[in-house]
């Protein structure tokens, strides 16, 4: 039988209707269908038993309560906890993505090694042992040599069990050299320590306030902590209570209060000043609480009333006069009003006489510790343990000045002078750091003038990281022994910055440590097991989870039920700190030094000839810009006119752009003494003409694809300036031009 | 039309020459044809025949990949051992979450020693006990992510036997081989072993008519639930899509999204 074209054809008709007959097209149909409704790579939440887990959120400084939702093992989603003190049920973009970090693909998956060059990301993956014996060699050897000072600490705060810890172990082991990351925390410290002689935080009693008066504090950009400032400028909203922000760039929060006063960079301290001149000149201070309760009053009030009268203020911040007097009217006049500071969202301080004076102002009002003011909020004392043994070794360590000058006779107020570190280890003026610990902190990417602390880094032979992620700190250190991600492991949450109450939060483990992670209060503990000695019985507990329970004692019970505890809710009993100064009355003027509010301009770095403009960094509340960067889901949020594929964008105001020849969208490039960089440019209405503005935040170098090489990171353009008072960083700026490319 | 002009020309064409061929040839041609119309016929059966196959044997064999379940589970024997049935196991969780195939914390209480020597006792215990790993069962009854459903409403609401929809897999010594979809994923249970998508019993199909059959299975269920058949539902919606005005929806309502519509179960 021969097969020619028609039994071909008449085979595959025969098939095609044999084919409809057969149950293949309508099923493959149905299958396929069903296919592209559940593409398979779609990721799908398991089905599980949901529960509930409270905990503190530690990616910030902020300390917001969470409750995690969990399906079976899996954590699936982060919410604010109710009832708890800071942020009762709401909760930032940040810490919605929590999760990402967690599960993330930037985490380090176990100890680390530095196998090639500093930097160049190869490394060799070792065990905890190893890990740890190769610290305990070093520190060990450091010892016998006789120079324990020259090891150092970083941390990101030194609050809880944790720093404590850590400060702990350089104390008994002999060094004096532990660091916090700077705030503006330390510049509140600082002004209550010599106006109040008190060591204390300031606490905002902001739901009582009628009157705010913010010196470039952005309340909606996360200033303080950030949650419970959203739920108070609500409550403010409704209330009808007065926002008045000071700043020189139109930021949410300006375009959110009510009144909003542009000023020349730099000269809050000149306005606050201006402000008193006129509450003093008009007598519309509190008397009562000026006679009784404060000292060396006339002292002070001899200076506002030479040197800053409403013109002279007027010529150096830009303001009118008028509106100066009408202001201090206003603030005056108000029942319960609040002066603030701290630029932005306050994680770099200001100088100390900037603080100061905006604190004075306070005073004039009588509004300290009392309903509606500031109170002085000393930290819940509940962090008990054994005297710390130091033996000859380690005494003799200690008597060392510390490298960052902090205590010294030059500054005798200040703790801790993180932005001092680098120079000091550049300049060999004391005695080299040789071992670097640095916890909660990414001083590489966070420190102003990263060029220069990269340097100084260099200088050290062995940085030990304990970062979760690959940050740039991490990728740059010789050791990285990962710790828990802050939903793996327990800690104590003392209350943030601003918080009323003397509370601490419970972070827990939400979920089982994913990997080869551990808890860095258990490598503290056994780090110093491994030195031995006096050094080892100053660390009498077995693990971290046992030396919290401990300490905690009876606390802990209501810690685990309730998610926090909580000392004496009434602010009258327990927070009315009386003024703990030598004459027991507030201070205007420091006893000891002579020092008063006053505004001392913070001379910022770069020649005007050469550098006309400018640079100022700003903060957004969807750019995290402290140890954490920002997860993928936050960096969606950031909107084409801040970041643009890889392109920043400067703020610039139309004049300004007009002068150096730029039009919206436009590439070019911005200088400082430090360096250049490719930027955009945005033309914007909102910020004074004269300067730039650029957003914290950007330009890591480290972290992953979603972070990484976009934008620029400001600090590398910004150096440090020191504030003469008191050595901490004061600069909010740094000049610079704009050229076109 | 003018471009249907040349093909039809052609046509014409060629049929005057094949009538022009036709009776020179007749005899030759009429022999062929006679035997090319039969082969003609037989490759269309063979045709038949073996799409037919295909569609019917070779195709589902294709499509379904056996796979094994990591133990042989006796629900029989283990009905016997509990007290309330197929919920002592498969249980509501306090929320009203439905708790599907039980995890280990539920084994072992009885488990934690190997109980006899079967070998899937001892295995069980071996492989995932003492190392507290949980089994990875193959579930035949999956529910896919795009839907909503709750056991809650059908067992609790409607009081209904796990057995309606299951069958008596509860009375089974042994787990049948899992067959799984290649291009869905799903077990061949949802579309049934038929492949043709008969069934005898409710149990051996579970698609998304199959819901509907139960829930329009009467004129008075209808009224009193709403529920219509899923090709009722289609046509109403074509209907309230293209004269919304015939409909009166309540405020906030769209096709979509009112009661019985397809977002009451579909995501």
């Not at chain 1, 009588?366 to 343990?385: E, L, M, Q, R, T």
Request: some cysteine; overall charge neutral.
């Amino acid at each position: 039988m021969k097969i020619g074209r028609r039994e071909f054809l008449s085979f595959v008709i025969g098939g095609a209707a044999g084919t409809a007959l057969s149950p293949l097209p309508w099923k493959l149909m149905d299958d396929s269908s069903i296919w592209t409704q559940m593409w398979p790579w779609t990721p799908v939440p398991e089905n599980g038993e949901a529960s509930y887990v409270n905990s503190v959120c530690t990616l910030c400084p902020g300390r917001c309560g969470i409750t995690v939702r969990k399906i079976d093992d899996r954590a699936v989603k982060i919410e604010g906890m109710k009832k708890y003190p800071v942020n009762d049920g709401g909760l930032c973009l940040l810490g919605l993505s929590g999760l990402q970090l967690l599960y993330g693909p930037t985490r380090i998956k176990g100890p680390l090694k530095r196998s090639g060059k500093r930097g160049q990301g190869d490394w060799e993956r070792i065990s905890w042992k190893e890990a740890i014996s190769e610290i305990v060699e070093k520190l060990g050897e450091l010892r016998e040599k006789g120079r324990p000072q020259s090891v150092g600490a970083i941390s990101g705060s030194d609050r809880g069990t944790v720093p404590r810890l850590l400060e702990r172990l350089l104390t008994a082991y002999g060094s004096p050299n532990f660091f916090r990351m700077a705030s503006v925390r330390d510049s509140y410290e600082l002004t209550l320590d010599i106006m109040q002689g008190v060591q204390a935080l300031p606490g905002f009693d902001f739901e009582n306030a009628d009157f705010i008066l913010s010196f470039g504090s952005d309340i909606l950009e996360g200033w303080g902590s950030p949650v419970q400032m959203m739920r108070v400028n609500s409550a403010w909203k409704s209330a009808g209570v007065k926002v008045i922000q000071i700043e020189p760039r139109l930021s949410n929060t300006a375009a959110k209060s009510d009144k909003w006063i542009p000023i020349n960079p730099g000269t809050e301290a000149a306005l606050a000043m201006g402000l008193a001149h006129v509450i003093i000149k008009e007598l519309l201070y509190d008397n009562g609480f000026i006679s009784a309760d404060t000292s060396r009053f006339d002292d002070w009030k001899q200076l506002v009333i030479d040197e800053y009268s409403p013109d002279s203020v007027a010529a150096v911040t830009g303001i009118d006069a008028g509106t100066i007097v009408v202001l201090a009217r206003r603030f005056a006049n108000a029942s319960k009003p609040m002066a603030i500071c701290g630029r932005g969202d306050g994680t770099h301080p200001v100088s100390l006489t900037e603080c100061m004076a905006v604190h004075a102002l306070n005073a004039l009002t009588g509004n300290i510790n009392k309903k509606g003011g500031i109170f002085a909020v000393s930290d819940p004392d509940y962090i008990h343990w054994p005297e710390i043994e130091m033996d000859s070794t380690a005494a003799v360590g200690m008597q060392h000045d510390r490298l960052d000058g902090a205590g010294s006779r030059k500054y005798p107020h200040s703790r801790y002078l993180l932005n001092r570190l680098p120079e000091s280890i550049l300049s060999k003026a004391l005695y080299p750091l040789e071992a670097l610990f640095i916890a909660d902190a990414n001083p590489l990417y966070t420190l102003t003038d990263t060029q220069d602390t990269g340097k100084a880094f260099e200088k050290i032979p062995l940085v030990v990281s304990f970062s979760s992620f690959m940050d740039e700190t991490a990728r740059h250190a010789d050791l990285i022994l990962p710790n828990h991600v802050y939903l793996e492991r327990y800690e104590d949450v003392p209350m943030p910055f601003g918080m009323l109450q003397q509370a601490v939060g419970l972070a827990r483990p939400v979920v089982e440590p994913q990997l080869d992670t551990r808890h860095v209060g258990d490598v503290i503990i056994e780090t110093a097991k491994g030195l031995g000695g006096s050094v080892a019985t100053s660390f009498p507990w077995k693990t971290y989870y046992l030396c919290l329970k401990e300490t905690l004692g009876e606390k802990w019970q209501a810690m685990v039920v309730n998610g926090f505890w909580s000392g004496s809710k009434s602010i009258d009993q327990a927070l009315k700190t009386s003024f703990d100064t030598a004459s027991g009355k507030f201070e205007f003027v420091d006893p000891n030094t002579g020092l008063k509010p006053q505004f001392k301009p913070v001379q910022i770095k770069g020649d005007e000839r050469q550098f006309p403009l400018l640079l100022m960094p700003y903060d957004s509340i969807r750019l995290a810009h402290g140890y954490i960067g920002d997860p993928p889901f936050m960096v969606k949020t950031v909107e084409d006119i801040v970041l643009k594929h890889n392109d920043v964008f400067v703020e610039v105001n139309p004049k300004t752009a007009r002068a150096a020849g730029l039009n919206d969208g436009q590439r070019a490039l911005l200088g400082t003494p430090l360096g250049t960089a490719k930027v955009r440019v945005r033309l914007f209405e909102g910020i004074m003409p004269g300067i730039v503005a650029l957003p914290r935040g950007l330009g890591h170098t480290a972290y992953d694809d979603y972070l990484a090489g976009k934008g620029i990171n400001v600090n590398t353009l910004i150096g440090p300036v020191e504030d003469p008072d008191s050595g901490m960083n004061a600069a909010w700026g740094i000049r610079a031009k704009l050229s076109k490319i | 039309m003018s471009t249907s002009d040349g093909p039809a020309k052609k046509t014409i064409k060629d049929a005057a020459h094949e009538t022009a061929v036709e009776p020179d040839t007749e005899g030759k041609i009429q022999k062929q044809d006679k035997g090319s119309g039969g082969s003609i016929i037989l490759f269309f059966i063979f045709g038949v025949f073996a799409s037919l196959i295909l569609g019917w044997i070779i195709f589902p064999k294709l499509l379904y990949v056996k796979k094994k379940q990591p133990i042989d589970f006796n629900h029989a024997f283990h009905i016997t051992q509990v007290d309330n049935g197929c919920e002592s196991c498969h249980f509501f969780r306090e929320d009203g979450t439905f708790s599907g195939v039980p995890k280990l914390d539920q084994c072992i209480d009885c488990h934690e020693e190997i109980q006899g020597v079967d070998r899937n006792e001892i295995k069980f215990v071996e492989d995932y006990v003492s190392k507290y790993r949980q089994v990875p069962w193959l579930i035949y009854s999956k529910q896919p992510n795009c839907v909503f459903f709750s056991h809650a409403a059908h067992i609790k609401g409607a009081r209904m036997d796990c057995v309606t929809c299951h069958g008596h897999i509860g009375e089974s010594t042994s787990l049948k081989v899992y067959e799984q979809n290649r291009i869905t994923g799903y077990s061949r249970d949802i579309w049934g072993k038929n492949i043709a998508g008969f069934k005898k019993n409710p149990w051996d199909r579970m698609k998304m008519d199959d819901c509907a059959e139960c829930h329009q299975r009467d004129a008075a269920d209808i009224e009193k639930t709403n529920i219509k058949s899923p090709e009722h539902r289609y046509i109403d919606n074509i209907i309230k899509v293209f004269s919304p005005s015939s409909l009166s929806l309540e405020k906030g309502d769209s096709v979509q999204t009112q009661k019985d519509a397809c977002f009451v179960c579909h995501k």
